[in-house]
């Protein structure tokens, strides 16, 4: 594990010394590629550019929006499909295939519906999303014992009371779980949408830099972007492994 | 009857998303959201025009070739990360990093590497496909059991045989998995590709289409789209299913 | 009749790190043994007393941690020499391959032509009562039979010395008694040296010429018990005497050891 973590290091150490290389040598042009430390410097004035740090905002909080709307609908859809076997029969094939769809084409049609601005991003980002808190909390409630639901019913609650006092905490850890995963779908969705055809956002702001040929720039926002991104999902990783320890 | 019962359901739920989609263009109007029978309509018309055409040859061709280099690379690294723990260790941590980028923010960095191009559209799709393959493939591998692997090492295989005659036939299962996430994948990554910048292929044709406000192509293709790749992977999992059986 | 290998061991020991945290399992310590040409040596000890450790040392799946080994005056550390079968517990066959293919797995691309591999494998199928499987799957046959097939693959490579890892223990009494003689004979036929590792006394006392008894962890010999059965050898040996006074004395150190095992 040790000798691994210094081939990473190493690894990243040698590609990063082969862009500046390449890039101060003058081999490749700066508007195709600019090495690390021209990067860096472009990630902080774009962070000091109140401008960018307002589309860094309003991508995070979309992304925040999303996952909330995902989460409340596909804990619902979850309970509601596993409550009616034969619905979930029904659904199952179309469930397996849910992520396999380009759900991408359906943007420009959410456009046309629900006119420019962050609302057809928002119901992207949840079509996205939404689909991986239903599956966690199909398979958590599946994984439920059965002595559970007789508890219930010993202790005389009525459905919604099985549900929401018994059912759901048990598989919170499922849940957690899936939404941890719709983060990344929901970023996913969030970003690419920007970055196509929206006017606002950290995305459109990377695509807008590169159709200005501002090469030096774009790669530090991607940069400042990736940091983010990699970041939260660092952090989601630790919360679902400790809930995974945690329950097991 | 159980599985004439399945059908049934199946058949149930696609007229219900149909209806909806009737609805939903009630309320919104036929002109916003053409209902099923005018996208319908809209999909032969498009299918006679040599234009289309053209456009559904560009972006075949681009995924084919996206969709054999995804999975012959992802399976490559899948077995050096899975079969060499040190490789894996040292590198696989690289491929979970690409998987969770939007990877939409990387498409203009290809473009300046690939230029504008069916290259670029290619390279986006390979750049989809290929990390889940190899990690797919690489966790398979891992899950071959202890005494298959000492049973190899007693028989004094090559690092090449070991490879090929052990661990891919064991992991086969898995592979057909992995060949479904493939398959969606590179269709992703060419569509959004040609949806960004190329100036043919169905992504463009559909930005071409919102640009005008064609709403009917832009339902149409979608729908191909979508029954394309639905259908794909439903057949990629009833195959896995009956091999598992 | 394939040549004779001879074993040694000088003052092998092995430490396994613990996973994950700090500190260390001694598994074994100061092993020494010399395993003649053409002998029958089996290994008996406490569950968890490093027998299997000690026999990946001698397959050349793991390295010693301290001490020699070497097998035909050649030293084994760490990679599998040629001329050496190994048999494991765990059902080894592959489930993708037919039995026949199975055998001839390990014969593959050695630059053997057709007909020398059709002939082993043929061979190798006969000699373990296999022929009429050859075109089955695994997941048709019993767990005896899936043993065999393991058995067979071995066999086909013509190893100077058979190295067998509880090789039985998945299987009923019955099956065991039956795979004993099986391997009695392949011993007899092969003048190949074999290594046992069992749990099981009497399997020991009834098939080799030596039995080594280990001690609890950290392993080692404590005894070694010399059986003096004659090379033909059959299942009159468990109405022999002798067999009782064998597994009498196997017992009696073993016992002790057993308990230690045991935490008492």
């Known amino acids: 594990m040790i000798r691994a973590r210094w081939i990473q290091l190493g690894t990243a150490v040698v590609a990063v010394g082969a862009l500046e290389l390449i890039c101060r040598l003058g081999w490749v042009r700066p508007t195709t590629l600019v090495p690390l430390s021209a990067m860096v410097q472009a990630a902080i004035a774009a962070a000091q550019d109140p401008d960018t740090l307002a589309d860094f905002g309003l991508t995070l909080s979309t992304v925040a929006i999303v996952v909330a709307i ?105 849940i957690a779980g899936g939404i941890a995963l719709s983060v990344s779908y929901a970023f996913v969705a969030v970003i ?14 990377i695509a807008d830099a590169y159709e200005t040929f501002q090469t030096q720039r774009m790669y530090g926002l991607m940069l400042g972007l990736g940091v983010c991104v990699v970041a939260i999902n660092l952090g989601m990783a630790r919360v679902r492994a400790h809930l995974t320890t945690g329950a097991a | 009857m159980k599985r004439a019962q399945t059908w049934l359901d199946g058949a149930a739920v696609i007229v219900a998303i149909l209806l909806a989609w009737q609805f939903l263009s009630l309320i919104v109007g036929a002109h916003v959201l053409p209902p099923p029978r005018a996208t319908a ?30 999975m012959a690379g992802g399976l490559v690294l899948g077995v050096a990360f899975g079969g060499w723990r040190l490789i894996g260790d040292s590198f696989e941590p690289f491929m979970h990093l690409l998987v969770a980028t939007p990877k939409v923010t990387l498409y203009p960095v290809i473009l300046l590497l690939f230029g504008l191009g069916d290259s670029a559209k290619i390279a986006f799709g390979v ?20 005494v298959h692997r000492k049973t190899a090492l007693t028989l004094r295989l090559s690092p090449t045989a070991y490879a090929t005659r052990l661990l891919v036939p064991a992991v086969l299962p ?70 598992k059986s | ?81 040629d001329g050496i079968g190994v048999v494991f517990q765990d059902d080894a066959s592959f489930p993708w391959l037919s039995v026949w293919d199975n055998v001839a797995f390990g014969l593959r691309g050695r630059g053997l032509d057709k007909s020398e591999i059709a002939g082993r494998v043929g061979a190798a199928l006969d000699f373990m009562g296999l022929k009429e499987f050859a075109r089955h799957r695994p997941a048709q046959l019993s767990g005896g039979m899936r043993q065999r097939v393991c058995i067979a693959r071995t066999l086909v490579l013509r190893p100077r010395l058979f190295l067998l890892d509880e090789p039985f223990a998945a299987l009923d009494q019955q ?77 009696e150190k073993l016992r002790a050891e057993s308990l230690r095992a045991m935490g008492r």
């Open chain 1, 192 to 205: 690419a949408s920007e970055f196509l055809l929206a006017s606002h956002g950290i995305g459109h702001a």
């Open chain 2, 41 to 70: 309509g809209r999909l032969v018309t498009l299918v006679g025009e040599p234009r289309f055409l053209a456009d559904l040859a560009s972006t075949a061709e681009a995924y084919v070739i996206a969709l054999a280099i995804g």
């Open chain 2, 174 to 243: 898995d592979i057909l998995g992995a060949f479904r996430v493939c398959f969606a994948q590179a269709l992703l990554g060419v569509l959004v590709g040609e949806m960004f910048a190329s100036t043919r292929g169905l992504g463009h044709l559909l930005m071409a289409s919102i640009g005008v406000d064609d709403n009917p192509t832009i339902l149409a293709i979608v729908a191909i789209v979508f029954v394309f790749a639905g259908g794909g992977s439903a057949a990629l999992l009833a195959a896995a299913s009956r091999r």
């Open chain 1, 70 to 174: 995902a989460a409340v609908l596909g804990v619902v859809g979850g309970v509601a499909l596993h409550a009616v076997p034969r619905w979930r029969r029904a659904a199952e094939p179309f469930i397996a295939t849910y992520y396999a769809l380009p759900l991408f084409a359906l943007y420009p049609l959410l456009v046309v519906v629900l006119g420019v601005g962050t609302t057809p991003i928002i119901a992207t980002g949840v079509l996205y999303a939404m689909m991986s808190v239903a599956m966690a909390t199909l398979a958590g409630l599946d994984r439920i014992p059965a002595v559970y639901r007789k508890a219930a019913r010993v202790n005389r609650l009525g459905r919604v009371a099985t549900v929401t006092r018994i059912l759901v905490p048990a598989c919170a850890p499922d």
């Open chain 3, 175 to 251: 099956t065991r008694l039956l795979m004993g003689y099986e391997l009695l004979r392949l011993w007899r036929e092969t003048g190949a040296t074999v290594v046992l590792v069992t749990h099981s006394l009497d399997e020991a006392a009834m098939l080799a010429d030596r039995i080594g008894v280990m001690s609890s962890r950290p392993g080692r010999f404590i005894e070694t018990v010399a059986t003096e059965w004659p090379r033909e050898r059959s299942s009159q040996i468990l109405t022999d005497p002798r067999f009782g006074d064998v597994t009498s004395r196997l017992w």
């Open chain 3, 1 to 81: 009749m394939a040549a004779s290998a001879s074993v040694v061991l000088d003052g092998v020991g092995h430490v396994f790190p613990v996973a994950g945290g700090r500190g260390a399992v001694r598994a074994l310590e100061q092993v020494s043994l010399t395993i003649a040409g053409g002998e029958f040596f089996a290994i008996i000890g406490p569950s968890g007393c490093g027998k299997s450790t000690l026999l990946d040392i001698l397959a050349g799946l793991l390295a010693p941690g301290e001490g020699r080994v070497t097998f035909d005056g050649a030293e084994i550390r760490g990679t599998v020499p």
């Open chain 2, 127 to 146: 750049l989809h496909a290929l990390p889940p393959v190899a990690i797919m493939t690489a966790n398979a591998i891992r899950t071959v059991r202890p």
